[in-house]
């Protein structure tokens, strides 16, 4: 069973940067799509970036310029680094996993495909 744990998050002003991580153990290597989710109150959860099965990446439209996905394989680490940080980025942040593949990484980004999630980073932008 693969374990994930988030961290990072923090409080900062806007135009402020963080960067957050997620650390997989277990058997992370057995699982496909890694991704971040973040989940602003009162609103769905939704997906930010993901590394899709084939090890491709996506970030969604509206934090493409100011965020980028990156990961440590060695480590089995997930990164989030956000820029430009903007109060409507405040929000808890997950990563989740899924045990079977996806043929296209734009599905890593679905809350229902996602199997494992961790607990949440908390991310707070000021104004």
């Known amino acids: 069973q693969v374990h994930l744990e988030e961290s990072g998050g923090g409080s900062v002003q806007a135009g402020g940067s963080l960067r957050l991580s997620c650390a997989a153990s277990g058997s992370p290597k057995s699982h496909y799509c890694i991704s971040w989710f973040r989940q602003i109150a009162g609103e769905e959860r939704e997906g930010v970036a993901a590394?899709?099965?084939?090890?491709?990446?996506s970030v969604v439209d509206s934090v493409k310029d100011r965020f980028t996905i990156s990961k440590d394989d060695e480590k089995n680490i997930l990164y989030l680094q956000m820029n430009s940080l903007k109060p409507e980025d405040t929000a808890m942040y997950y990563c989740?996993?899924?045990?079977?593949?996806?043929?296209?990484?734009?599905?890593?980004?679905?809350?229902?495909?996602?199997?494992?999630w961790g607990q949440g980073t908390l991310v707070t932008v000021s104004s």
């Open positions: 590394f899709g099965s084939d090890g491709r990446s």
């Open positions: 989740a996993t899924r045990r079977a593949p996806l043929y296209y990484v734009s599905d890593c980004l679905q809350t229902l495909y996602m199997d494992v």
